[in-house]
């Protein structure tokens, strides 16, 4: 089986940062694509980043510019790296990844069992 562990979760104040770090194991690929979602309380999941093997990344509209996702390619480990951090970031952060060599994120995903992120103001 796949597994997805998720570390770096917590509480921080407005301003803050973390980092989140996803490492895979099982009969997974290094080669495939991996990102992040959240879902915060009464919201959709949706996703935050995601990165290719080759290193092209995608970051929503809400994040950009004060999240960074990187991954090791070896592993595969993806990271995300969290600054300024908003109260409206609150959500728990599933890691994910695709299926296949060559796929997309989308709703066949292996997923992580999340971690939980906070931020207070």
């Known amino acids: 089986q796949v597994q997805l562990v998720e570390s770096g979760g917590g509480l921080v104040q407005v301003g803050g940062s973390l980092r989140l770090s996803c490492a895979a194991s099982?009969?997974?690929?290094?080669?495939?694509?991996m990102g992040w979602y959240r879902q915060a309380p009464t919201k959709q999941r949706e996703l935050v980043a995601s990165?290719?093997?080759?290193?092209?990344?995608i970051y929503a509209d809400s994040v950009k510019g004060r999240f960074t996702i990187t991954r090791d390619n070896t592993k595969p480990t993806v990271y995300l790296q969290m600054d300024s951090l908003r109260p409206e970031d609150t959500a728990v952060y599933y890691c994910?990844?695709?299926?296949?060599?060559?796929?997309?994120?989308?709703?066949?995903?292996?997923w992580g069992q999340g971690t939980q992120v906070t931020v207070s103001s």
């Open positions: 099982g009969t997974i690929s290094r080669l495939i694509a």
């Open positions: 990165i290719s093997y080759a290193g092209s990344s």
């Open positions: 994910a990844a695709a299926r296949r060599i060559g796929g997309s994120l989308n709703e066949n995903n292996y």
